[in-house]
């Protein structure tokens, strides 16, 4: 009887530590099947849960039969406890072996079944992909859609694939793969299945599928564009950094409506309310360019407080797009600009010449003035001339013209090139070249003549083209240079380019009659006999000069004059045309 029981006892032990060898694996199974990490594989987790849970209730009944039937002596203590590990591997093995033998046949083959499908299905989609990157338009895009049977599941990667590949084409070309895209008869089945998902895509597809419809010139008005925008309005909370950048760019391009205004709205809400939580400057960066320009002063106020907050990890490509971010938004933040010149001053070697042309037009914007950040930057297109062929240097004198800086070695550089090869320029540069050393007021030390009539010369090779607004803008400013272009005047002041530039209306009619008062005063002053004087429709038309006697202005009229071209005349010149204005005036008229 007490070996009985003590048998007894024994098998109730091995049960209980072999339960607690197989509930662990039991719950990790189930665990792996909710979670369903990888929802292509959910279908094979379910069939091996099934397959699990069918073995696990055969082993429970079998259990106590098998060992209850087998004759097993009385061992001593220590022989009862190696007895007792021998006999429980060897049920985990009989186990296995059931667990193994135990699968139905019919379960087993559907499984399988449902592997080779997948596979096939994998290899299809790998298959479209690789015929996707083989597309050189999106014609070719949209014939394989038309031939791939598993192309409409992936519809947003084939209008991202369209707008790639016409990015870089011309505007002709692009205005050409447009229409035959819209033509091909798989484009509008395409746009309805996007339309179709754009309930249940993923967050990345969705907005990038806006962005890409839009840029491939799919009218806002149309149903595609408006749903899209309502989706992404539903959607706005589940969007991260990244989706929120893509979004706000595409927002910007678009003409006002009722669904654009409310995505803007809830935008602007929803970036004010994650403005501490965006990690990524870039996308920071992107979201500030995109709806800082409209934004309230308090919003664009803590937009300025997180970029202080990460001034430390700026990189030197964040402080370039920092210039043009700011630019955009019309915010100067001056310890931003100053953190963000250091930056570029330590990295200036190497920066693309685009990059420096956008520092020094928002700076020109955002009246920031950095006299260590203009100087590096002149250095360095000095110290690398070679890279730069002359429209280039032009656009850097032109850049630096805005921000008011001079740099003196750069011009003398052109001025050498702009008199041996002086047919390297256009109408367009030509223009550029005199408004920059005009307004600058520099001009080389060395050969001074010999630059001028170089630019002469090739101003003289563009007059039957040029117009007559031009040629006054080129005139007024070689008068600035005190040199004064005879071929020039003379076609300048004929009648009827006088009455076609007097014709003008509102400011840009003062400017133009200034600019012919001051050309008027030079040949005064400096013009030689030979040269012509001013027509009758100059002085009958011109407010500042009445026929038969001189009809000086006020005073009062001199100074708001001179006030306002200060930046743009030498003040030499100011002084010596306000001496003569005073020695020539009625008293009557200062007052």
Same mark, same amino acid.
């Given at each position: 009887?007490?070996?009985?029981?003590?048998?007894?006892?024994?098998?109730?032990?091995?049960?209980?530590?072999?339960?607690?060898?197989?509930?662990?694996?039991?719950?990790?199974?189930?665990?792996?099947?909710?979670?369903?990490?990888?929802?292509?594989?959910?279908?094979?987790?379910?069939?091996?849960?099934?397959?699990?849970?069918?073995?696990?209730?055969?082993?429970?009944?079998?259990?106590?039969?098998?060992?209850?039937?087998?004759?097993?002596?009385?061992?001593?203590?220590?022989?009862?406890?190696?007895?007792?590990?021998?006999?429980?591997?060897?049920?985990?093995?009989?186990?296995?072996?059931?667990?193994?033998?135990?699968?139905?046949?019919?379960?087993?083959?559907?499984?399988?079944?449902?592997?080779?499908?997948?596979?096939?299905?994998?290899?299809?989609?790998?298959?479209?992909?690789?015929?996707?990157?083989?597309?050189?338009?999106?014609?070719?895009?949209?014939?394989?859609?038309?031939?791939?049977?598993?192309?409409?599941?992936?519809?947003?990667?084939?209008?991202?694939?369209?707008?790639?590949?016409?990015?870089?084409?011309?505007?002709?070309?692009?205005?050409?793969?447009?229409?035959?895209?819209?033509?091909?008869?798989?484009?509008?089945?395409?746009?309805?299945?996007?339309?179709?998902?754009?309930?249940? *895509?993923?967050?990345?597809?969705? !907005?990038?599928? $806006?962005? /890409?419809? +839009?840029? &491939?010139? %799919?009218? #806002?008005?149309?149903?595609?564009?408006?749903?899209?925008?309502?989706?992404?309005?539903?959607?706005?909370?589940?969007?991260?950094?990244?989706?929120?950048?893509?979004?706000?760019?595409?927002?910007?391009? *678009?003409?006002?409506?009722?669904? !654009?205004?409310? $995505?803007? /709205?809830? +935008?602007? &809400?929803? %970036?004010? #309310?994650?403005?501490?939580?965006?990690?990524?400057?870039?996308?920071?960066?992107?979201?500030?360019?995109?709806?800082?320009?409209?934004?309230?002063?308090?919003?664009k106020r803590k937009f300025e407080n997180r970029i202080l907050k990460e001034l430390d990890h700026l990189t030197s490509a964040n402080a370039q797009h920092m210039f043009k971010t700011l630019a955009v938004m019309n915010h100067c933040s001056v310890p931003i600009l100053d953190a963000c010149s250091n930056k570029i001053i330590e990295n200036i070697h190497g920066m693309p010449f685009w990059h420096l042309i956008h520092i020094l037009r928002s700076c020109s914007i955002l009246k920031y003035y950095n006299v260590l950040l203009f100087s590096a930057i002149a250095n360095y297109v000095t110290s690398a001339i070679?890279?730069?062929?002359?429209?280039?240097?032009?656009?850097?004198?032109?850049?630096?013209?805005?921000?008011?800086?001079?740099?003196?070695?750069?011009?003398?550089?052109?001025?050498?090139?702009?008199?041996?090869?002086?047919?390297?320029?256009?109408?367009?540069?030509?223009?550029?070249?005199?408004?920059?050393?005009?307004?600058l007021n520099y001009v080389p030390k060395s050969q001074t003549q010999e630059f001028l009539e170089s630019l002469n010369t090739a101003l003289n090779k563009y007059r039957a083209s040029i117009s007559n607004v031009d040629l006054l803008k080129a005139v007024y400013s070689f008068c600035i240079l005190a040199y004064l272009p005879q071929p020039a005047i003379s076609q300048l002041l004929q009648e009827d380019n006088l009455n076609e530039i007097l014709r003008a209306e509102g400011q840009i009619k003062e400017q133009n009659e200034m600019m012919l008062h001051f050309v008027n005063v030079c040949l005064e002053l400096?013009?030689?006999?030979?040269?012509?004087?001013?027509?009758?429709?100059?002085?009958?038309?011109?407010?500042?000069?009445?026929?038969?006697?001189?009809?000086?202005?006020?005073?009062?009229?001199?100074?708001?004059?001179?006030?306002?071209?200060?930046?743009?005349?030498?003040?030499?010149?100011?002084?010596?045309?306000?001496?003569?204005?005073?020695?020539?005036?009625?008293?009557?008229?200062?007052?």
């Amino acid at each position: 009887m007490n070996s009985k029981m003590s048998y007894l006892i024994r098998t109730i032990g091995h049960l209980h530590l072999r339960g607690s060898q197989l509930r662990p694996v039991f719950r990790t199974a189930t665990r792996t099947y909710r979670l369903g990490i990888n929802r292509h594989n959910s279908a094979i987790q379910n069939a091996n849960l099934r397959r699990f849970l069918l073995n696990v209730l055969h082993l429970r009944p079998e259990s106590p039969l098998r060992l209850l039937s087998q004759g097993m002596p009385v061992y001593s203590k220590g022989d009862a406890i190696i007895q007792e590990q021998n006999t429980t591997k060897t049920l985990l093995d009989e186990h296995v072996q059931s667990f193994s033998s135990a699968v139905d046949p019919l379960e087993d083959r559907r499984v399988t079944e449902e592997n080779l499908g997948m596979k096939s299905e994998r290899s299809q989609s790998q298959q479209f992909f690789d015929d996707l990157q083989k597309c050189m338009s999106p014609c070719d895009v949209l014939d394989l859609v038309s031939k791939s049977s598993v192309s409409l599941k992936y519809c947003s990667s084939c209008f991202t694939t369209m707008w790639m590949l016409i990015k870089k084409q011309s505007e002709d070309q692009k205005r050409y793969e447009k229409h035959l895209m819209v033509e091909h008869p798989s484009f509008l089945p395409l746009c309805q299945h996007l339309m179709q998902e754009s309930q249940i *895509m993923w967050r990345d597809d969705l !907005v990038y599928s $806006l962005h /890409a419809v +839009l840029k &491939l010139g %799919v009218p #806002q008005n149309t149903k595609l564009v408006q749903t899209l925008l309502r989706v992404c309005q539903e959607r706005l909370n589940e969007f991260d950094d990244r989706c929120l950048s893509v979004l706000a760019t595409s927002v910007e391009t *678009m003409e006002c409506c009722r669904n !654009v205004d409310a $995505l803007q /709205a809830g +935008l602007q &809400l929803l %970036v004010e #309310q994650r403005i501490l939580k965006i990690s990524n400057i870039f996308s920071l960066q992107t979201i500030m360019k995109c709806i800082g320009k409209d934004a309230p002063f308090s919003l664009k106020r803590k937009f300025e407080n997180r970029i202080l907050k990460e001034l430390d990890h700026l990189t030197s490509a964040n402080a370039q797009h920092m210039f043009k971010t700011l630019a955009v938004m019309n915010h100067c933040s001056v310890p931003i600009l100053d953190a963000c010149s250091n930056k570029i001053i330590e990295n200036i070697h190497g920066m693309p010449f685009w990059h420096l042309i956008h520092i020094l037009r928002s700076c020109s914007i955002l009246k920031y003035y950095n006299v260590l950040l203009f100087s590096a930057i002149a250095n360095y297109v000095t110290s690398a001339i070679y890279l730069w062929n002359t429209k280039q240097v032009v656009l850097f004198l032109s850049a630096f013209e805005g921000v008011h800086f001079q740099p003196v070695e750069l011009m003398d550089i052109l001025a050498e090139k702009v008199t041996s090869h002086p047919e390297s320029l256009n109408l367009k540069d030509i223009l550029t070249v005199l408004r920059v050393y005009s307004l600058l007021n520099y001009v080389p030390k060395s050969q001074t003549q010999e630059f001028l009539e170089s630019l002469n010369t090739a101003l003289n090779k563009y007059r039957a083209s040029i117009s007559n607004v031009d040629l006054l803008k080129a005139v007024y400013s070689f008068c600035i240079l005190a040199y004064l272009p005879q071929p020039a005047i003379s076609q300048l002041l004929q009648e009827d380019n006088l009455n076609e530039i007097l014709r003008a209306e509102g400011q840009i009619k003062e400017q133009n009659e200034m600019m012919l008062h001051f050309v008027n005063v030079c040949l005064e002053l400096d013009g030689p006999s030979s040269f012509p004087k001013p027509t009758a429709v100059f002085i009958s038309k011109s407010k500042w000069i009445q026929t038969g006697k001189k009809c000086f202005p006020s005073m009062k009229q001199m100074i708001l004059l001179m006030h306002q071209m200060f930046n743009e005349w030498p003040f030499s010149v100011l002084l010596h045309l306000l001496s003569v204005v005073a020695q020539d005036t009625p008293e009557a008229s200062w007052k």
